[in-house]
């Protein structure tokens, strides 16, 4: 590769990272790195020396980068952790030396990082994991030419290190499939395990059918990224189905490449029950507020009213002259026997009780950022 290709994917690398973590802030995430993952595979008591590229995308600022060494691991839902460096059981963090751990790049200028992995003669085998974080300061320029400049944190990268100890050895297998209803707000999914009891990492994938009650595939999806499964863990990984499904009896087919160098799949079968989620409550309208309080309580008397009225009270009728209403409420007097006789008494209807309210399924939490 001649020398102008090289800087030609220095800059399109730098032009990709502008993208990818472009924010509102101050400035952009200007560091580009290479190369973002590490494999290794070295015998006890021997090293290995891996060189990195750290490039200034910027055009007008310095960068201060600082390396810092911290372990790795993949929860078992497959998100990326960085716990403390030597807290992994299988760190490799102690065996890594890199030089130089802190220095400041010019503008669209790369310096190169020479990391030593030296593995211990006691290692057995297996995978042992570390990472290098390069810390991005900006060194904003100074605004007067006597007053010092300003140094602005701006961000983190890293590249994962895989150092095998051989033999290697691939146990996964398919340990269990579930299904999960939606709930409103997430689809259905189907999830599966995945155990590992070598000493050494898989990448699965695979794919997933869904049949309906007379065995026509009405679903299929493929996942070519599940993330990968670490030693002697279990992965916990999801299909969703994205396509509304008639509520139904159906089948889940998973087909599972647990790792592309074994060249064995295995298949897992489910039954499910298919059921539309509940719609959720949504606030109420000001068409559903009651009567009273859109339109408002009648004012009492001598009560102001909103047009700055008062209400009069009403003049009681005199005691000898009956009041019109009266006279009209008035009917002609019935003998007693014959209005005992009609009066009937009312039995009142007891309320309809309110149907029972089905819970939903509970959403289950879900994913960090899936390492490679």
Known sequence: MTNKMIKASKLVI???????????????????????????????????????A????????????????????????????????????????SWVEASPSEFVIKPRQTQL??????????????????????????????VKERSMGQLVPQ?????????????????????????????????????????????????????????DSAGQTVYMKDLNDLSVVLRDSIGIRDFPIDAPLPPGKYEAIVNTDLDVSLGRVERGRLSFDYVQPKTIATTKSKEEEPASKAQGAAPKPGQKTTQGKVVAPQKPAPANQPSPKTEKAK??????????????????????????????????????????
Not at 23 to 52: N, Q
Not at 119 to 142: C, E, M, N
Not at 343 to 368: I, L
């Open 54 to 93: 750290v490039t200034n995308c910027s055009s007008t600022s310095n960068l201060r980068i600082q390396v810092l060494v911290y372990d790795w691991k993949v929860s078992t839902r497959g998100g990326l952790m960085t716990p403390k460096p030597g807290t992994y059981e299988y760190s490799a963090s």
């Open 331 to 372: 009917a002609p007097a019935q003998p007693a026997d014959k209005a005992s006789k009609e009066k009937t008494p009312t039995q009142s209807k007891p309320a309809d009780k309110a149907p029972p309210t089905v819970p939903a399924a509970k959403p289950s939490a879900d994913k960090g950022k899936q390492p490679d």
């Open 155 to 211: 961000g983190l990268m890293g590249s994962l290190t895989y150092i095998n100890v051989p033999p290697a050895e691939k146990k996964p297998s398919l340990e269990s499939m579930r299904y999960v209803a939606p709930d409103g707000r997430n689809p259905a999914r189907i999830e599966i395990a995945i155990k590992n009891d070598g000493n050494t990492h898989v990448r699965p994938k695979g794919n997933l059918q869904v049949k």
């Open 14 to 52: 730098c032009a990709l990272l502008l993208f990818l973590y472009a924010s509102p802030s101050l400035f952009a995430f200007d560091m580009g790195l290479s190369p973002a993952k590490v494999e290794e595979t070295l015998l006890p008591g021997t090293e290995k020396t891996v060189v990195y």
């Open 113 to 142: 990082v020479r990391a030593t992995y030296k593995v211990p003669t006691t290692a057995k085998p297996g995978d042992y994991l570390t990472s290098l974080l390069f810390r991005q300061r900006i060194i904003v320029p100074p």
